[in-house]
């Protein structure tokens, strides 16, 4: 389980999705677990596919430990946690949903197999922007510690960013089995307190909110936590905003 991280800094101005000129409009959202992508960039996805946008997401583990049920152990836990991130993600437009095998929830660690693996995604989808988790923030207002895996995903994801999907050398076995070398354009990453991008999802929130619904084995019914989790979304002026660091490779 995850939500996205308040920002103490001052919300950007919400923005349209980028101008990806003649390249593709696809980007490819990493995430730790089930239900963070949805957190994350749910709203953001929703809204872009409405205007040609292809979004996918990549979970880097099973989800096992995402439960407080001792009656729910992990062979029941995870296909049951794959069918609800799906089904949340149709409810925002997501094209597919990609879950990476034998890395567990809550041991997610660097690895050379990891990255490769991230690397994989990334060379077959071929995104033009990249969303993830914020991999600096530990602390969070002296009140939330951001989970190790979320830490761990985000990294991994940058560095297959850049530079590991875009240099051929880096797992050239990829590349002979036709897989080619990508570059990113550009990453958006949630959870950061230094925020310079965000997209307005007022239209869209009750659909973010109905798709987080959809992972009930995290949930429930979920009335009371989500609408605490609605508030973090909120600005002053009564409207709704997914707000990440964006960062552009001049590259």
Not at 33 to 53: I, M, Q, V
Not at 221 to 238: I, M, P
């Amino acid at each position: 389980m995850t939500s996205s991280l308040e920002s103490t800094y001052t919300a950007p101005v919400p923005e349209g999705p980028p101008d990806t000129g003649d390249k593709p409009k696809i980007a490819l959202a990493i995430a730790a677990h089930p239900d963070d992508a949805d957190f994350g960039c749910a709203g953001t996805a929703h809204l872009w596919s409405k205007e040609g946008w292809e979004f996918y997401y990549l979970i880097c583990t099973d989800g096992s430990k995402g439960t407080e049920d001792a009656s729910l152990p992990p062979e029941r836990l995870i296909p049951m946690r794959q069918k609800e991130q799906r089904a949340a993600a149709e409810m925002v437009s997501v094209k597919d949903v990609f879950f990476l095998e034998g890395f567990v929830d809550g041991e997610l660690t660097y690895s050379r197999e990891l990255l490769g693996e991230v690397v994989r995604i990334i060379r077959q989808v071929k995104p033009y922007a990249v969303f993830t988790h914020d991999p600096t923030q530990i602390f969070v207002r002296n009140s939330f510690v951001n989970h190790s895996d979320h830490r761990c995903a985000g990294l991994i994801a940058t560095d297959a960013v850049y530079p590991a999907a875009r240099d051929r050398w880096n797992f050239p076995e990829q590349i002979e089995e036709g897989l080619e070398p990508h570059k990113v354009k550009e990453m958006f990453i949630w959870g950061s307190e230094q925020p310079t991008f965000a997209v307005d999802i007022t239209d869209v929130v009750e659909t973010k909110i109905q798709g987080l619904l959809r992972h009930t084995s995290q949930f429930g019914e979920g009335t009371e936590f989500l609408e605490r989790v609605r508030e973090r979304w909120k600005g002053k002026d009564g409207r709704y905003t997914e707000r990440f660091r964006r960062i552009t490779f001049a590259r």
